[in-house]
């Protein structure tokens, strides 16, 4: 497995652990009430599952198995998946903060931050997506 792959994959578990964490405090909330605030975890909860674990994933593992190119530079443009990595990231911390905070302001960089790691990961992962040579016509 590539090293970014162990980043994007460490990172995602990371993401998945605070974000399961976050929900079963809001579950045993909802069963025994004690505090109230804890609803404010709702928003970071579900950005945490959705994009920090679930989507960050299936970048590292996409980034690992979907087809190489032959030759030196077999993973194509590697600078878009780091900057992937790094944008997924930074934008899921800042809208987050911002769900949690009620901050609409950083809610939106996080998001186009979000965005950004999406169109710069497609652009890197687009022109590996192709057949294998041995299986024309499949
Ligand atoms: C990948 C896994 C998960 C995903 C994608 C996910 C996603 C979501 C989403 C979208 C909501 C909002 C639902 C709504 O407002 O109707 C939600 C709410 C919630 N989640 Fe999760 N979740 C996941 C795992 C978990 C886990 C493991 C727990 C508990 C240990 C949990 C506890 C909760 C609770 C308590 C709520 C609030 C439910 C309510 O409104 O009464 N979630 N989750």
């Known amino acids: 497995m590539p090293r970014l792959s162990t980043y994007f994959i460490r990172a995602a578990l990371l993401h998945l652990g605070l974000g399961f964490t976050f929900g079963a405090l809001m579950l045993w909330n909802k069963g025994m009430p004690f505090e109230g ?3 404010l975890l709702l928003n970071p909860h579900i950005e ?5 674990w ?3 994933l299936v970048m590292g593992v996409g980034f ?9 530079n077999r993973y194509g443009r ?3 998946a ?3 990595f790094i944008l997924i990231n930074a934008g899921v911390i800042t809208a987050s903060v911002g769900l949690w905070g009620n901050a609409a302001w950083l809610v939106l960089v996080g998001r186009a931050l979000e965005l950004s790691a999406f169109i710069s990961f497609a652009v890197h992962i687009w022109p590996r997506v192709k057949p294998f040579a041995e299986t024309k016509g499949v």
């Open 54 to 56: 679930t989507t960050q």
């Open 78 to 80: 590697v600078r878009l």
């Open 48 to 52: 945490m599952v959705l994009v920090g």
């Open 64 to 72: 690992w198995i979907i087809p190489r190119f032959t030759g030196e």
């Open 82 to 84: 780091w900057a992937a």
């Open 37 to 39: 605030r804890l609803w």
